[in-house]
């Protein structure tokens, strides 16, 4: 029996194979749970990578359009959950974030306040949107869980990413205060540089992937989401009940040791 036996989880962010969210509904799927996935903004792309699943081509779990930023399809979530036979959700993945070009790659002075704000709504403020359209299907309670990118450093190139994860951290921790009462715990889970399509539209991002499997005591690998995708499931898991408002860091150890960031 996996650790997700029963449990019903709704993953975001699974665009391609490489994506994080794929990953993390593999496992899910491996341990047991029963998913279901949002898509932005190719529904059909996303739905030909869900048959790559393990449930298979002829067993695709359903797949919901959902634009984080549009209050209209966040209010008719739960109904379109529902729809899709998700009477009730366990688990959340918020496995989403976007900046446009012109907010990455230095020039964090220049960027204009207007795509500051998209960044922000699309990677921070979208944890509290989903979860809160989630809330009607957790009345037993659940997990949920959020894709991080260690903000305690300015790193090269990341620029207003990186405030919109420091954003997400604490959105992440009062959702923890406010949610748990409901028996909802909220973590996050900061990944080292994984080789997916949102990261590979960094400018710069290339330099990052260079230094880290050399300065990372672990070492690491760009292209293995495996353990990112293994720490989420635990902590969609009963194996964390006490544990919320936590940042576990799946990155080689490179968080914890200095003199790495340019």
């Known amino acids: 029996m996996g650790i997700l036996e029963g449990k019903r989880i709704l993953v975001t962010g699974v665009l391609t194979d490489a ?3 794929f990953h993390i509904a593999r496992i899910a799927q491996e341990q047991g749970a029963e998913v279901v996935l949002t898509a932005y903004p190719r529904p059909s792309l996303t739905q030909r990578t869900a048959k790559r699943l393990p449930s298979g081509p002829d067993n695709v779990p359903p797949v919901l359009e959902l634009d984080v930023t549009n209050a209209e399809q966040l209010e008719g979530l739960a109904d379109d959950l529902r729809d899709a036979g998700f009477d009730r959700l366990d688990g959340v993945v918020h496995a989403i974030g976007f900046a446009p070009q012109t907010a990455l790659g230095g020039n964090f002075l220049d960027t204009p306040w207007e795509d500051v704000a998209t960044a922000v709504h699309a990677s921070t403020y979208s944890l509290k949107s989903l979860t809160t359209a989630c809330l ?34 604490s959105c992440a921790r009062y959702l923890a205060k406010y949610l748990g009462p409901q028996g909802i715990r909220v973590n996050l889970v900061a990944a080292g540089p994984l080789g997916t399509m949102a990261a590979k539209s960094i ?11 050399k300065a990372a005591p672990l070492g690491w690998d760009i292209k ?29 150890g490179l968080h914890a040791i200095g003199g790495v960031a340019g």
Do not use: Q
């Open 203 to 213: 400018p710069g991002f290339e330099g990052m992937t260079e230094m880290w499997p």
């Open 224 to 252: 293995d989401s495996e353990p990112t995708a293994r720490a989420c499931a635990m902590l969609l898991s009963d194996w964390f009940p006490a544990t919320t408002g936590e940042i576990v860091h799946v990155d080689g």
């Open 136 to 169: 009607p299907l957790m009345k037993d309670g659940g997990s949920v869980v959020g894709l991080d990118f260690d903000a305690t450093k300015a790193w090269p190139v990341y620029d207003w990413m990186g405030v919109a994860k420091a954003g997400l951290e």
């Open 19 to 21: 994506s994080i969210g």
